[in-house]
C-alpha cells in the first residue's frame, strides 16, 4: 500500500477554487453594506499555508477498519488523485470566479442586505463555550460516549410498533409518537434528542436490521423514531419527508445539482433543518467516507486565529436555492453564515451553494477574502484534531445537529447500476420541539422560525410525501 507523506498530501476539505484570492469585484451596494457594518471596504490577505493533513480516503476492502477512522493511517495515493480530480470538476474555479462579467445589482435591494445583524464586538469576539465545541480526536476512542448498539428487545420494541401502524392502516407520513410507542426505548430516543439539542449535537445508533426488514418496514421504523427527535420536514422541490441519498446519475461537475443526487464528494455543510438524520441501507464499493465536526469548535479556532475571518462570516452572504424556490422568493436568499441571536451563535455554512449563488444576476462576486475565509473554514474543520471521521455501515443512524456542526463525504463507487447495488442512505430532516431560538432572516430559508414547526423546503404544488424509492 502506497501511503503519502504528510508533506505531499492535500488537506482534508482542500478545494483548488479556493487555495489562491481572486480579484475583489464587489458591487458599490455590497461595499455600502460593509461599510454600513463598520468594515473596511477592501483588504488584502496574504494567502494561508494550507496544511495537509494525513487523511485515509481509502477503501473499506484497502484499510479493513470499519467504524471509526484514525488519522495516523495514511492515505492512499490513487484514491486521493481520484478524489482531487472530481473536486476540480465540481468546483468552480478561482480563474472562472475572477472571469465572471459584473452583473447589475438592480435585482438586489438594499433593504435586503441591510438587513444583517447589527455586530457586537462582545458576542462575536468571544468564544463559545460548552458541550457544543469539541473536538474529534477526543472522541475517536469513546464510541461508548455518543453511540448506542439497539438491543434485541429493543428492536423487538420497534417491530410492535411497525406491526401496531400496520394494522391501523395509517399513512407513515401521518404517524405521530403516540401511534409509535416505545415504552422503554422511547425514554432513551428522547434522551439522544436532547443531547442532539442541548449537547454535543451529534450521535449515532447502530443495529436496525434494515436487511431482515422490507422496504416499507423500514422506512415506517425510521419516521417512526424520528417523531421522538422531532416533526418531518420537507426535504427538496418534490416535497420529500424521507430523501434517498442515492447516485441518480446527475453530474457531478454541475455545481447547480443537489449533491445527494450523485456520487461525486460533499464539501463541508449543514442542511436546512435543526437536525438531521442519515440511516445507511447499503454502503459503497470504495469511498463514501463521513466526517463531520464541530463548527462552533471551527469558530472559536477562527476567533483565535483569524478573527478578520469572523468579521467576515457575520457579514451577510447570498446562498443559492439550487432552483427549489419558495413562492415569492428569489432564487437565492441572504444571510450571515455566523448568527448570535438571544445570546446563541447558530452556524449556516454551505459551502457549494456560496459557489452556486454566483450565477444569478445582481449577486457580487465572492472576493478575495471570501474565498480565503471558505479555504480557512473547511482547512479548520477538515483538520485532525477537529473533525471525527466514521464508515457508517448497514443499519447505522447517524443524527446530526446543523446549527452546531458541519459534514462532508467523500466521493464513492457503487458496487453496479443495479438499485441495490448503489450506496443507499435515507435522511430525516426534523424540528425538534425543544430547540434555540434563531434569528428571524432565518425564515428566508426556513420558512418559519418557530420552534418546532420550522425548516426544509416547500415550493408551490409539492404536497409532502414518502416514496419507497429514489425519485
Known sequence: ???????????????????KPVPEKSSQLFQNCTAKLGLPESRTFKPLPLQPTNFPFSSREATKMPGVVRASQGV????????????????LTATQLAELPAKPTAAVGASELERAFEIHDEQYLKPVEGPSVWYGRDFSDKESEWVHVLT?????????AIAGVRASGKQTKDVTQADFPLPNLGPRLLSIRDELVTGRGFYLLKGLPVKRWSREETILAYFGLGTYWGRAVSQNGKGHLIGHVKDLGTDPTNIVNRVYTHHGPQPWHCDSADLVGLLCLQVAKEGGLSSWASSHTVYNELLRSRPDLVRI????????????????????????VFNYYQGRLTIHYENSFFQAAQRHPGVPPLSAERLEAIAEFDRVAGSSPVRLDYWLEVGDLQLLNNHQTVHMRTGYTDWGPGPDEKRHLLRLWLSPPNDRPIHPLYGERYGSTEVGARGGICVPGAATKISLEAE
Open 152 to 160: 434485541s428487545d429493543e428492536v423487538a420494541e420497534i417491530e410492535a
Open 1 to 19: 500500500m502506497q501511503v503519502l507523506s504528510q508533506a505531499s498530501a492535500q488537506p482534508h476539505g482542500w478545494h483548488p477554487a479556493l487555495a
Open 313 to 336: 462570516f457575520s457579514q451577510p452572504w447570498f446562498i443559492d436555492r439550487k432552483n427549489e424556490v419558495p413562492a415569492g422568493k428569489k432564487p437565492y436568499y441572504v444571510m450571515p
Open 76 to 91: 492512499i495515493s490513487s484514491e486521493v488523485d481520484r478524489l482531487q480530480d472530481q473536486v476540480k470538476k465540481q468546483i
